[in-house]
C-alpha cells in the first residue's frame, strides 16, 4: 500500500532556530500533501496544502513566512518551522491522499519541542 | 465554517463489550467520512470510511452514516483493551485530493 515516510520523528530545537520536517512518499506520487499540526488532547489542525511545482495554500492563521513548505517533486514535500519558539512546540502530521481514492495516508508524525 | 464534533471522553467499556462512538458535522456539502484510530504519540490510522447512507461492516466495526442527521457513528463490537485509543472522526468534500476536517477525538478505555 502507499506509504508516507516522515522524517525526523522527533526533534528538540532552541528558540530562534530552525527545522526542517521531510515527508517522502515511497510507492507513490504525491501531487499534493497536507501538513497537520495537532497540540495535545486537541485534533489535526490543517495547516497547509502543498501541491508539487506550485505555492502552498496556508489555512488562515497560519503564518505563510514562519512555515515554509516546498513541494518540489512528485515524492517529497517539506515543512520548515523557522525562528522556532516555544509555543511552536505540536506534533507535526504529513498526509498525502493515496492511491485507491478515498485512502488519505499519513506520515508517522515529528514531534517537535522548541526549548 | 465546517466542524466536526466528537464526545471528548473518556468512553470506557468492559473488555468484550460494544463501545459506541458518535459524531456529528455540520457541512452538509460533506461527502465522505472516515473513523481514524489514533494511539498516543502516533499519527492516525484509517479504521474505515464511509459514504452511503445506512451502515457498513468491517470484521468488529460498523460504520454509520446518516446524512439527513449529519450524524456518523463507529461500533466495536467484541472490544479488547488493544482498541484503547483515541477515535477521530472527520469528513471530506470528496474523494481524492479534498482536505479532511477532523473532530477533537474520543479517547477509548477498553477495561480488561
Known amino acids: 500500500g502507499a506509504v508516507v515516510s516522515q522524517h525526523p520523528s522527533r526533534v528538540i530545537c532552541k528558540s530562534g532556530t530552525s527545522v526542517k520536517i521531510e515527508c517522502r512518499s515511497l510507492?507513490?506520487?504525491?501531487?499534493?500533501m497536507f501538513w497537520y499540526r495537532q497540540f495535545p488532547k486537541q485534533s489535526l489542525m490543517l495547516m497547509a496544502t502543498?501541491?508539487?511545482?506550485?505555492?502552498?495554500?496556508?489555512e488562515q492563521g497560519v503564518e505563510k513566512d514562519k512555515f515554509l513548505i516546498n513541494h518540489a517533486s512528485l515524492t517529497l514535500s517539506t515543512l520548515t518551522v523557522t525562528s522556532a519558539h516555544p509555543e511552536d512546540s505540536s506534533f507535526y502530521i504529513c498526509?498525502?491522499?493515496?492511491?485507491?481514492?478515498?485512502?488519505?495516508?499519513f506520515g508517522s508524525g515529528t514531534r517537535l519541542t522548541v526549548v | 465554517q465546517k466542524e466536526v464534533e466528537q464526545n471528548s471522553g473518556p468512553l470506557s467499556v468492559p473488555e468484550g463489550a460494544i463501545a459506541s462512538l458518535n459524531c456529528t458535522y455540520s457541512?452538509?456539502?460533506?461527502?465522505?467520512f472516515f473513523w481514524y484510530r489514533q494511539y498516543s504519540g502516533k499519527s492516525p490510522e484509517l479504521i474505515m470510511f464511509?459514504?452511503?447512507?445506512g451502515d457498513k461492516e468491517d470484521g468488529r466495526f460498523t460504520a454509520q452514516l446518516n446524512k439527513a442527521s449529519q450524524y456518523v457513528s463507529l461500533l466495536i463490537r467484541d472490544s479488547q483493551p488493544s482498541d484503547s485509543a483515541t477515535y477521530l472522526c472527520?469528513?471530506?468534500?470528496?474523494?481524492?485530493?479534498?482536505?479532511?476536517?477532523f473532530g477533537k477525538g474520543t479517547k477509548l478505555s477498553v477495561i480488561p
Open positions: 498526509s498525502a491522499p493515496g492511491t485507491s481514492g478515498y485512502g488519505y495516508t
Open positions: 510507492d507513490f506520487q504525491a501531487t499534493t
Open positions: 502543498s501541491n508539487e511545482g506550485s505555492k502552498a495554500t496556508y
Open positions: 457541512d452538509r456539502g460533506s461527502q465522505s
Open positions: 472527520a469528513s471530506s468534500s470528496g474523494a481524492g485530493s479534498y482536505q479532511l476536517t
Open positions: 464511509i459514504y452511503s447512507n
